[in-house]
């Protein structure tokens, strides 16, 4: 976890910290939609060194709402990620704080991300909820809404409803296809799918830098690469045919 660090002539000094990476998300629903199942939240704690993930033993990982009190995102031994569902009104203003243990110079080190959500989420205008795709033919999703573009980015995918938290069923890395903000159709090429049911995602989403809590020690910031991740999706369920 930690690299030997400091001491001189007589008497020693502190160790070197070596910053956890951090990578958080949040990506709420529409006020007054649900999806069971689904958490918001999730933030990943790594040891920048090993990769080892940091746990409950260690960490703390809060997120904090304006005006609200605190939510502790609960640590999935499964995912080996910090997870929690935070219901945030969109247009808020939303801190991301990390804490976590020095145990070479037995103190906490917090890092922290302020964000702002989203006031309002991408609108699915195609397909139609409950719509049938030929799993055979190429298909185009289509979207709108008043959302900011700059600095921001759309993200597309197709969610597995009986495992809304697992790999997505397309895109086939598992991951959320990143587009432009500034983009509001793509088209899904023939044979990317296979028969059952999926949730079309429409995403906007941003991102925030996670810096060390005491200003006075900047090199203690999160590992190069950490990053809060914020924003808001709608969804709309299809079913999709073929051989």
């Keep these: 976890m930690l690299s030997c660090g400091g001491g001189g002539g007589g008497g020693g000094g502190p160790k070197t910290w070596l910053p956890p990476y951090i990578y958080a ?6 006020t007054g939609s649900s999806l069971p199942g689904y958490q918001s ?3 990943y704690v790594l040891d ?3 990769g080892a993930s940091y746990d409950n033993d260690d960490t703390m990982v809060r997120f904090y709402e304006s005006g609200l009190t605190g939510f502790h995102a609960i640590f999935n031994t499964n995912g080996y990620y910090f997870e929690g569902d935070l219901l945030i009104i969109p247009g808020s ?3 991301l704080r990390v804490t ?5 110079n037995m103190k906490w080190r917090t890092y922290v991300s302020h964000a702002t959500q989203f006031s309002s989420y991408p609108t699915i205008t195609e397909p139609a909820s ?3 795709w030929s799993v055979g033919l190429p298909h185009t999703i289509k979207w709108s809404g008043d959302y900011p573009t700059t600095n921001t980015f759309i993200g597309l995918g197709i969610a597995n409803p009986n495992a809304i938290d697992g790999d997505l069923l397309w895109p086939s890395d598992g991951y959320l296809l990143e587009l432009a903000s500034t983009e509001t159709s793509y088209t899904i090429p023939a044979n990317s799918l296979t ?3 999926g949730l079309v995602m429409v995403a906007i989403g941003t991102e925030f ?3 060390y809590e005491a200003p006075s020690e900047p090199s203690h910031n999160a590992a190069p690469g950490s990053t809060f991740v914020i924003g808001g999706f709608n969804y709309v369920p299809i079913t999709f045919t073929g051989p």
């Design 209 to 211: 830098p996670i810096a």
């Design 25 to 30: 998300e949040l990506f709420s629903l529409p």
């Design 100 to 104: 976590v243990y020095d145990n070479e």
């Design 41 to 43: 939240a999730v933030v």
């Design 48 to 50: 920048s060194t090993t």
């Design 195 to 197: 028969p059952g049911n």
């Design 93 to 95: 203003d939303v801190t």
């Design 130 to 132: 409950g719509a049938s």
